[in-house]
């Protein structure tokens, strides 16, 4: 029997952090600072200077990222916020959850993220339509590559809206050499174990470098603490990082470049070997983009045999996403314009194997089982 790939390999990089990793899990412990503790804060200031931005709020996941900024800007009842159909559930489940109306827009086939033409068009419906209030867009960096930001704020700017970056699958990203966290009126990443940059457990943090804005989120995310303990100034959330988490990603930002570069040999290594097969269509990056490929995704018509095809050679391939957000029934009730291209993608897409240390021999092995299926 041939022996599998691993999708993702997280066991790998702990192995070479190793007695640095495990140092720095003992110290937050002995430290008996569990949340919130000055880990966190390090932590903060390392994520804010990595990315370009004067704040990074850590706090309990990247879904409460989202939704603590959306409730910082006060998106509620009678409010649109306008997201893309291709995307995972938590880019639209906040809107919801802050009592707004998520609406869907289509996507780009290239790159798979949001369309500013398909959100012109949809903006503009809700206005005519003068149902809900148009409050803002969340552009997602999905698999890890930056969303087109300089078309986005063009379309933003003149409808007047809040932008919100959900870059949870992004972070360390960049678009003309800036951070995709630092797009936009403010950003969110996702500390999953499985994302670029992920910690052993759950952990979000939002970027901004609005100092109002700081405040606020440092505030949303303490049950909406005022000045002092016990004075509430607004209605929060308990969203705050562990300081076992924040030490444990202090050590993974330190090798966090490297991974990066290593990310991206083995994107273009999968997309040399692959961009020249017949029926397949091998992800596209815009210009001045780097991505950091938190996923590697193909577009193939018949996708069925493709993955049981690799499956037989020992190589996993996932379906991310398997149908667009409002073809879900938590979704369903929800306004959307023509999803054309999403539809499509949740038909075509199949993601391979892809981490920092996937060995040459393996990336080889992935290209060839993928030219033997398809041929
Ligand atoms: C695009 C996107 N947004 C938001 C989230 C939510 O992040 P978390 O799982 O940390 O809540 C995820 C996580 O998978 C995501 O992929």
């Known amino acids: 029997m041939t022996e599998s790939i691993p999708f993702i390999d997280l066991q ?15 110290t937050a412990v002995a430290g008996g600072q569990w949340i919130l503790g000055p880990q966190v804060f390090e932590l903060e200031e390392k994520l804010a200077r990595f990315a370009g931005v004067k704040h990074a709020i850590a706090c309990a996941n990247g879904t409460d990222a989202l939704l603590l900024i959306l409730r910082a800007w006060n998106v509620g009842p009678g409010d649109a916020v306008f997201v893309p159909a291709f995307t995972f559930a938590a880019t639209a489940e906040v809107v919801a959850l802050a009592g ?43 698999f890890g590559q930056p969303a087109d930001y300089p078309k986005l704020m063009a379309v933003v700017e003149s409808a007047k809206l809040h932008l919100l970056c959900d870059s949870a699958q992004a972070f360390g990203a960049t678009l003309a050499g800036r951070s995709t966290v630092s ?6 990443t996702s500390f999953f174990p499985a994302k670029p940059l992920g910690c052993y457990g759950d952990g979000g943090a939002c970027f901004t470098s609005d100092d109002e804005l700081a405040a606020t989120l440092r505030s ?9 303990s016990y004075e509430h100034e607004r209605i929060g959330l308990n969203s705050r990082l562990d300081t076992i988490q924040a ?14 570069v290593a990310r991206q040999a083995i994107a273009t290594r999968y997309s040399r070997g692959m961009s020249q097969i017949p029926g397949i269509r091998t992800p596209e990056v815009i210009p001045g983009a780097r991505s950091v490929w938190a996923q590697y995704t193909l577009r193939v018509a018949d996708r069925a045999r493709l993955q049981s095809g690799l499956k037989d050679l ?16 938590a979704y369903r009730s929800y306004p959307s314009a023509p999803i054309p291209v999403s539809t ?32």
């Open 12 to 26: 790998a990089q702990r192995k070479r952090l190793g007695a640095s990793l495990d140092k720095a899990i003992a």
């Open 100 to 142: 707004a109306t998520p609406v869907f827009v289509d996507v780009l086939p290239d790159t798979y993220n949001i369309d500013p033409a398909s959100l012109q068009a949809a903006i503009a419906t809700v206005r005519r339509e003068g149902l809900l209030e148009p409050q803002a867009v969340i552009a997602v960096d999905l």
């Open 183 to 188: 797009y936009g009126h403010a950003a969110a």
């Open 220 to 228: 949303l995310r303490m049950h909406g603490q005022g000045m002092q």
């Open 247 to 260: 030490a444990i990603l202090i050590e993974k930002l330190s090798i966090f470049p490297d991974e990066v």
């Open 314 to 329: 020992g190589i996993p391939g996932r379906v991310y996403y398997p149908a667009p957000l409002p073809h879900q029934p």
């Open 344 to 375: 499509a993608l949740c038909n075509e897409v199949l993601s391979l194997p892809m981490h920092p240390y996937l060995s040459d021999s393996d990336q080889q092995r992935v290209i060839e089982a993928v030219l033997q299926t398809v041929r």
